[in-house]
C-alpha cells in the first residue's frame, strides 16, 4: 500500500478524479457517451480483447518500444543518465498509436463504418487514418486551418492513407476547435460513427479508456527500467498537451513514491507573457470544456483563452481531468518548457544521439537538460519520447529561414 | 424583482393552456450583432407574438451549437459580452415588460468564471426566469441546482431523441419551467423534421412530467411551427431568427422588422 493507492481507483463510476472529469455534456451526447462506457467496461476485463489488443501492438506497432540509454548525451549534461522511452519507432511514429488501436477494436466491436478524430500535430489523425485503413473503416479527421498550415506533411500523409482530413475555421482554428467539431459531428451521425478521442481528456469514459490503452508505455518501462537498470527509476518526465502520453508513463508507477514524475507543459513565449498552453504550471482556474472539469485557461468572462505553442499537439488550453488531481494531490509536479528551449533541445538531441525527437517530447527533453545536471550519475531519468520529429522538419526549417 | 407568487414561465403556461395556444419561443444571442441591439430585438419578438423569450449566452466553444449560433456567439464576444452586461440587458427589457418570462441559455464556463453564487443572485435579481445550462446534465447538476431553486430560477434540461427511458425519468424530475426536447440528432440550425417521431417521444414524456414539452431544433418557418405545434406545448426558434440577424448586421432596423416577420408568420400559423 502507497499513500497514493487511491489514485489507482479512480475514476469513480461517473467519471471523475476528485472535483475534476465527469461528463458535463449537451444531452444529445449522452446517448453515445453511455453506448461506449458500457461497450468499454465490458471489454476492458475481457481475455479475448486484451489479447487482440495486445497482438495488434506487438505485430502491428511494434512493441515493445526499447527503453534506451542516452548514454553519450547524459554524459555531456554531466549528471544523471538519461534514458528514453522510444514510443518514437512506433508504427505511425508516436505513442497515439497505442489508444487508436484499442478504440479501432472497440468500434469494429460496435460495428460502426465509420470513424471521426480531432487532431492537432496530426500525430492522433495520422495514427486513426491508418488504423482506419487498416479496418476498412470510413476515416474523417477534424483539424484547425493553422494547424494544417503548420503540419502540412502530416495532412498529406493521411490523405495518403484514405482519410478526409476536414479544416476546422471556428475560433481559434487549433486543436480544441477541432474537438468541438468532431463532437457536433458525432451528436449528428452518431448511429454510425464511432469518434476516437485522442487524448486523455474529454467526457467520460474517455480520459478513463485513453489512459488504459497507453498504460502500456509505463507497464513496459517499469519492466525494462527493473531488467536494465536493476531498480526503478528516480524520476520520469513526460511532455503533457492532453497528458495521454505522460499518463501512460506514469500510471504503473503512481504508487512507487520513490518515483518523482514531472510533467511538462508548453510554455510558448513564457509563462509570465500570457501567451503560452499551461494550464496546470501556470495555475489556470478550473472550469468546464470538452465535457469534463479541469484546469482551464479562460478570460475573466470564462471564455477559453487562445493558447501559443510552437508544437501544434501540445497547444490547447486545458487539460485531462486526471493530470488536474494529480497535481493537487502533489503525486506529479508540472513545469513548463518555453520554445526556445525546445528548439534547443530538440536539435540537442538531434546531434548528440542522432535521434530526432518531436516538438512535443522536446519539452519534456529541455526539462531533462536542466535537472539531469543537478543530480548524481547514479540516479535515473526516463523521458517519455512520445514521436518522432519527421512531421515537424518544415517548422524547424522555417525558423531556420529554409524553404522547400 | 418578481413577487413572491408563481414563476412567470408557470404563470405563461398556465395562461396559455387556458386558451388553448400553443407557447412560441424564440432563440437570440445576447450582444448579437451588438449589445445595443439585443433589449430592442426582445421587445420586438414579444411584439411579434413571444410567450418566452431565450436569450443565448455567448461562449467561445459553442459545442452545441450549428455554424448559424456559432457564429452569433462569434460578433457577441467581439464586444466582449459578458454575463453581466447580459444581465443588465434582460433588466433594461424588465423596465417595459414585467410578464414575458427570459430564460437564459449557454454553457457552464462562463457561469463558473463568475461564480455561480453571484450568478443565480444577479441573475434572479435582473428579472431571470430559468436557466438552460447546455453542457450541464442532471447528474452533474448537484452544486447549480439547489442555487437555482433558492433564487426562484427554473432549471430547464434537454431531452433527445436518443435520450433512454431511465436518463428520461431522471431528467423529468429534476426539470422546471418546461423541458426542451431536440427534435433531432445534431445540432442547433440542422434541417428535417419528423412530426411522427417527435409526438411518440412526446407521448412517453408526458407519462413522466406533467411541466410543459418544448420542441426546439429544426423549426424554422410557419409550415414547421405548425406541425410541430399540433403535437407539442410550445415551439423554440433560434437558428431561423439568427440569420435574419446575420444578414442585416450592419441594418439593425431591417433586422428587426424580419425577426418580427417571421415571428407573425410563425404566430399565426401557430394560431389557426
Ligand atoms: C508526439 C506527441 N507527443 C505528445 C503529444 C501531446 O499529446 P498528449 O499530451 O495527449 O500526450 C502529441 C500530440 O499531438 C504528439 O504528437
Not at chain 1, 453511455?34 to 467496461?41: F, N, Q, R, S, V
Not at chain 1, 483539424?143 to 479544416?167: C, P, T
Not at chain 1, 531533462?368 to 520529429?389: C, E, F, W, Y
Request: glycine share 10%.
Amino acid at each position: 500500500m502507497s499513500k497514493f493507492s487511491d489514485l489507482t481507483r479512480l475514476p469513480d463510476a461517473r467519471g471523475h478524479f476528485g472535483p475534476y472529469g465527469g461528463r458535463f455534456v449537451s444531452e444529445t451526447l449522452s446517448f453515445a457517451l453511455e453506448d461506449l462506457e458500457k461497450t468499454y467496461m465490458s471489454l476492458r476485463n475481457d481475455p479475448d480483447f486484451q489479447a487482440e489488443f495486445d497482438r495488434d501492438l506487438a505485430h502491428y506497432v511494434g512493441r515493445p518500444s526499447p527503453l534506451y540509454h542516452a548514454e553519450r548525451w547524459s554524459r555531456q549534461l554531466g549528471g544523471a543518465q538519461i534514458w528514453l522511452k522510444r514510443e518514437d519507432l512506433n508504427h505511425t511514429g508516436a505513442h497515439k498509436v497505442n489508444n487508436t488501436i484499442g478504440q479501432a477494436l472497440l468500434a469494429k466491436r460496435s460495428g460502426k463504418p465509420r470513424v471521426i478524430a480531432e487532431t492537432g500535430a496530426g500525430q492522433h489523425g495520422v495514427a486513426t487514418a491508418t488504423v482506419a485503413a487498416r479496418l476498412g473503416l470510413n476515416c474523417e479527421v477534424y483539424m484547425g486551418a493553422e494547424d494544417i498550415q503548420r503540419q502540412k506533411l502530416n495532412v498529406y500523409r493521411m490523405r495518403l492513407l484514405g482519410a478526409n482530413v476536414i479544416s476546422v475555421e471556428s475560433g481559434t482554428r487549433t486543436l480544441k476547435d477541432a474537438m468541438n467539431e468532431a463532437l457536433r459531428d458525432w451528436v449528428t451521425n452518431v448511429d454510425d460513427t464511432f469518434y476516437i478521442i485522442g487524448t486523455v481528456a474529454g467526457p467520460h469514459p474517455y480520459p478513463l479508456l485513453v489512459r488504459d490503452f497507453n498504460a502500456v508505455v509505463g507497464r513496459e518501462a517499469r519492466e525494462q527500467s527493473l531488467a536494465q537498470i536493476g531498480r526503478l527509476p528516480d524520476t520520469l518526465i513526460a511532455c503533457v498537451g492532453g497528458g495521454s502520453n505522460a499518463l501512460g508513463l506514469f500510471y504503473p508507477f503512481v504508487e512507487d513514491e520513490g518515483v518523482h514524475m514531472i510533467g511538462v507543459e508548453a510554455g510558448g513565449d513564457g509563462i509570465e507573457t500570457g501567451r503560452h498552453a499551461a494550464p496546470l504550471s501556470a495555475n489556470a482556474p478550473q472550469g468546464v470544456l470538452h465535457g469534463n472539469r479541469t484546469y482551464l485557461m479562460s478570460d475573466e468572462g470564462g471564455q477559453v483563452s487562445s493558447t501559443h505553442s510552437i508544437s501544434a499537439g501540445l497547444d490547447y488550453p486545458g487539460v485531462g481531468p486526471e493530470h488536474a488531481l494529480w497535481k493537487d494531490v502533489g503525486r506529479v509536479e508540472y513545469v513548463a518548457a518555453n520554445d526556445k528551449e525546445v528548439l534547443e533541445a530538440f536539435r540537442e538531441l538531434t546531434h548528440v544521439e542522432g535521434i530526432m525527437p518531436a516538438l512535443e517530447p522536446a519539452h519534456a527533453l529541455a526539462h531533462a537538460k536542466v535537472i539531469a545536471p543537478t543530480m548524481r550519475p547514479d540516479q535515473h531519468i526516463i523521458v517519455n519520447l512520445s514521436g518522432r520529429g519527421d512531421k515537424d522538419i518544415l517548422t524547424v526549417a522555417k525558423i531556420d529561414g529554409m524553404d522547400f | 424583482m418578481k413577487g413572491a407568487g408563481m414563476n412567470r414561465i408557470d404563470q405563461r403556461f398556465a395562461t396559455l393552456k387556458d386558451q388553448r395556444r400553443t407557447a412560441l419561443i424564440p432563440y437570440i444571442t445576447a450582444g448579437d450583432p451588438g449589445p445595443a441591439h439585443t433589449v430592442g430585438f426582445m421587445h420586438a419578438l414579444v411584439e411579434a407574438g413571444a410567450d418566452v423569450v431565450e436569450l443565448g449566452m455567448p461562449f467561445s466553444d459553442p459545442m452545441a451549437d450549428g455554424p448559424v449560433i456559432q457564429k452569433a456567439c462569434e460578433r457577441a464576444l467581439k464586444h466582449d459580452v459578458r454575463l453581466t452586461h447580459i444581465l443588465a440587458m434582460v433588466e433594461e427589457f424588465r423596465r417595459n415588460d414585467d410578464e414575458t418570462p427570459v430564460v437564459l441559455m449557454g454553457y457552464l464556463n462562463p457561469m463558473e468564471r463568475m461564480g455561480l453564487q453571484a450568478f443565480a443572485e444577479q441573475a434572479a435579481a435582473s428579472g431571470v426566469d430559468g436557466v438552460l445550462v447546455v453542457d450541464m446534465p442532471p447528474e452533474e447538476a448537484d452544486e447549480i441546482a439547489p442555487l437555482f431553486k433558492e433564487h426562484h430560477l427554473h432549471s430547464i434540461f434537454l431531452v433527445a431523441p436518443t435520450t433512454s427511458k431511465e436518463r428520461a425519468a431522471i431528467i423529468c424530475a429534476h426539470g422546471e419551467g418546461y423541458l426542451y426536447y431536440v427534435s433531432l440528432k445534431g445540432v442547433t440550425g440542422a434541417a428535417n423534421l419528423d412530426v411522427a417521431s417527435i409526438e411518440h417521444q412526446l407521448d412517453s414524456l408526458r407519462q413522466l412530467t406533467s411541466i410543459p414539452l418544448c420542441v426546439g431544433f429544426g423549426i424554422r418557418d410557419g409550415d414547421t411551427a405548425a406541425a410541430v405545434g399540433q403535437v407539442a406545448d410550445g415551439v423554440i426558434v433560434g437558428s431561423a431568427l439568427v440569420s435574419r440577424i446575420a444578414e442585416n448586421c450592419d441594418r439593425p432596423e431591417r433586422a428587426s422588422d424580419e425577426l418580427k416577420a417571421l415571428m407573425s408568420e410563425m404566430r399565426q400559423a401557430l394560431d389557426a
